[in-house]
């Protein structure tokens, strides 16, 4: 079993930038592709990003591409979502998690961590 433990979020201004990290443990992460999704309140879960197991292929939602970048250290068995120009429509619950496939659907994802949460306001 792998556990995912997200931190950085908070209570930021339209503008602004954070750095989300998701701390593995468990299990290493380094053979599984990591993806990062958001929640909105009263809304599904979407997906944000995602990264191969070696780093060399992000992919991202077309909300958040040229604002947000996906990384990982495997050494340090973490994955980041580095999130900038950050608007009030990106306030959400942002979720990581480990998965068989670097896709887009939740279903490709088998681990999940109780996720940050990110408010952007003015």
């Known amino acids: 079993q792998m556990q995912l433990v997200e931190s950085g979020g908070g209570l930021v201004q339209p503008g602004d930038s954070l750095r989300l990290s998701c701390a593995a443990s468990?299990?290493?992460?380094?053979?599984?592709?990591m993806g990062w999704f958001r929640q909105a309140p009263g809304k599904e879960r979407t997906f944000v990003a995602t990264?191969?197991?070696?780093?060399?292929?992000?992919n991202y939602a077309d909300p958040v591409k040229g604002r947000f970048t996906i990384s990982r250290d495997n050494a340090k068995n973490t994955v980041y979502l580095h999130v900038n120009s950050l608007k009030p429509e990106d306030t959400a619950v942002y979720y990581c998690?480990?998965?068989?496939?670097?896709?887009?659907?939740?279903?490709?994802?088998?681990?999940w961590g109780q996720g940050t949460q990110v408010t952007v306001s003015s």
């Open positions: 998690s480990a998965g068989t496939v670097a896709g887009r659907l939740k279903n490709n994802y088998v681990y």
């Open positions: 990264i191969t197991w070696s780093g060399g292929i992000t």
């Open positions: 468990g299990l290493p992460i380094s053979s599984y592709p």
